[in-house]
């Protein structure tokens, strides 16, 4: 089985609407993330978590929300989606300490607003 | 400017061939560079490692870091049709910071 895993895979969801997109790693990392991947952009950080308690914005945090239920769990919420968030959404963990700069990441989900 | 440019290509090239990706940056207070492999529809996958300024191998790969001229690359030897995905560097300026990507370079290695 896979160690970070993403549902839902695809999304396509109205302008307006409300979603929520969902992280679980068995890695039992401390740290997870949320990144957005848009051509020729590359990945930008929305949020990050660094333990079950602390919640810190990205870059471009703006029209999202997120929420740390367990260690091994960070949701990500459209509070109203709108369709410049069409994009592919990656969850990536990393561990503690030294090796903080190897993340390891989901397979990603493709959301489309319409 | 961006903190880190990066080519984005798309980059196509005969198998065997030696390819070389780069990256510059412009904050010199970025000391831990990593390479990462994104295949098509997956998620990025660490590639490679390094510290500092210099040279690390693994395999046919070779990452290289030149700090004074804000600079990094990724050389690929006999490149292989496998090795056709897109490259991103990314860069980090300490454990406790967040990591910051390129745009990725998109390569075909055609056989």
């Known amino acids: 089985d896979a160690d970070v895993t993403q549902t839902p895979r695809n999304r396509i969801t109205k302008t307006g609407k409300r979603i929520m997109l969902e992280c679980s790693q068995t890695?039992?990392?401390?740290?997870m993330y949320w990144y957005r991947q848009d051509p020729g952009l590359g990945l930008r950080l929305i949020y990050y978590s660094f333990d079950v308690k602390d919640i810190n914005k990205g870059e471009i945090s703006d029209g999202y929300s997120v929420s740390r239920q367990a260690q091994a769990k960070f949701s990500l919420s459209l509070e109203s989606a709108i369709p410049n968030q069409t994009a592919l959404y990656f969850c990536?963990?990393?561990?503690?300490?030294?090796?903080?700069?190897?993340?390891?990441f989901g397979p990603g989900t493709r959301l489309l607003v319409l | 400017q961006k903190e880190v440019e990066q080519d984005p290509g798309p980059l196509s090239v005969p198998e065997g061939a030696i390819v070389s990706l780069n990256c510059t940056y412009s904050?010199?207070?970025?000391?831990?560079f990593m390479w990462y492999r994104q295949y098509s529809r997956k998620g990025p996958e660490l590639l490679m490692y390094?510290?500092?300024?210099g040279n690390k191998e693994d395999g046919r790969f070779t990452a290289q870091v030149d700090k004074s001229s804000k600079y990094i690359s990724l050389f690929i030897r006999d490149s292989q049709p496998s090795d056709s995905a897109t490259y991103l560097c990314a860069m980090i300026k300490t454990s406790y910071d967040k990591v910051i990507f390129g745009p990725g370079t998109s390569l075909s290695v055609i056989p």
């Open positions: 390094t510290y500092s300024s």
């Open positions: 990536a963990t990393s561990d503690r300490g030294y090796r903080q700069e190897t993340q390891y």
């Open positions: 890695k039992g990392h401390d740290r």
């Open positions: 904050n010199s207070a970025f000391q831990y």
